[in-house]
């Protein structure tokens, strides 16, 4: 408490607070900018005018980019992606993050094992030898082709692993004295205690795949396949006339390529940051329990 009343602590937590201050208005203008863009006319955007508040407040970049059917049609392609994506990703990682965070003792080829995931980090197949591994396996314009080739994400294995050996031995050794195996120690003894490191990997999973874009450039054949990523960036970013109507070229001159990215940032952001406040509750209740686990 003396420690507290001291006059460097006082100015030690004044600078703290301007410093976090500032670095908070660095990450939150930007989004305020690109969010007054977004509803700001072409016009104004073009000459600058828009700061922190939309100018001639419009909805028309919105209405481009949302009031179509493929618009809904690979919403509902993500959707499902993340879905069966985050799904797929973390029971993996989960699996496997458990066994490879055991020491050599008692997993004898874990070095082995853990060096072979860490070389699929450093190299890969590429690109091509990837398309026909997932051409030759049928997955080209399935779902199975947006989810399948990064079922197993390498880092967050690496990450949960290593806050799996982070947890008291002691736990595990009562449980198994108990009678646990290994899938019961795993599942209601490393699972619950790890919240903080699942909630920071789903939210890691969820994002990869919600912005992913360029596999499904490359593995969907057909445009009302895409998801939503994929399907913006051909329509926004390289304006593809031919998945345009008459509507959508008249609606096209009243707008911006600056607003409608401005839309598009905001629409592609709006998913996470609707999920974002759940997982927010799983690290404060994880952040809890890991504070008494010792």
Not at 48 to 74: D, M, N, Q
Not at 96 to 105: H, Q
Not at 156 to 183: C, M, Q, S
Not at 186 to 205: H, K, M
Request: aromatic share 12%; proline share 5%; glycine share 6%.
């Amino acid at each position: 408490m003396l420690q507290n009343n001291t006059t460097g602590y006082r100015i030690f937590s004044v600078i703290n607070q301007v410093l976090m201050i500032g670095l908070s208005l660095l990450c939150v203008l930007p989004v305020l900018h690109t969010l007054a863009i977004s509803f700001s006319s072409s016009s104004a955007a073009a000459a600058g005018y828009v700061t922190l508040w939309p100018v001639e407040f419009t909805w028309k970049s919105y209405e481009f980019v949302i009031a179509k059917p493929e618009f809904l049609r690979a919403m509902c392609v993500t959707v499902l992606r993340v879905l069966l994506g985050v799904a797929i990703n973390m029971l993996l990682t989960i699996i496997i993050a458990y066994p490879l965070s055991k020491e050599a003792r008692v997993f004898r080829w874990r070095t082995v094992y853990v060096w072979f995931f860490v070389f699929t980090i450093l190299f890969h197949g590429g690109l091509i030898p990837t398309y026909i591994v997932v051409k030759n396996l049928g997955l080209i314009d399935t779902i199975w082709a947006l989810v399948l080739p990064g079922a197993v994400p390498v880092f967050n294995v690496i990450l949960l692993l290593n806050f799996f050996r982070t947890l008291p031995k002691e736990l595990e050794e009562a449980a198994a004295i108990d009678g646990a195996g290994h899938g019961t120690i795993l599942w209601r003894l490393y699972v619950p205690l790890s919240l903080p490191a699942l909630a920071t990997v789903t939210l890691f999973t969820i994002v990869g795949h919600w912005n992913s874009w360029f596999d499904g450039l490359i593995y969907m054949n057909r445009p009302e396949h895409y998801p939503l990523q994929s399907y913006l960036q051909t329509v926004v970013i390289q304006n593809d006339l031919a998945l345009l109507s008459s509507t959508d070229l008249e609606l096209l001159q009243t707008i911006s390529d600056r607003t409608t990215k401005a839309a598009q940032i905001f629409l592609a952001a709006l998913p996470v940051l609707l999920v974002y406040p759940f997982l927010q509750r799983y690290f404060v209740k994880g952040i809890v329990v890991g504070s008494v686990k010792e």
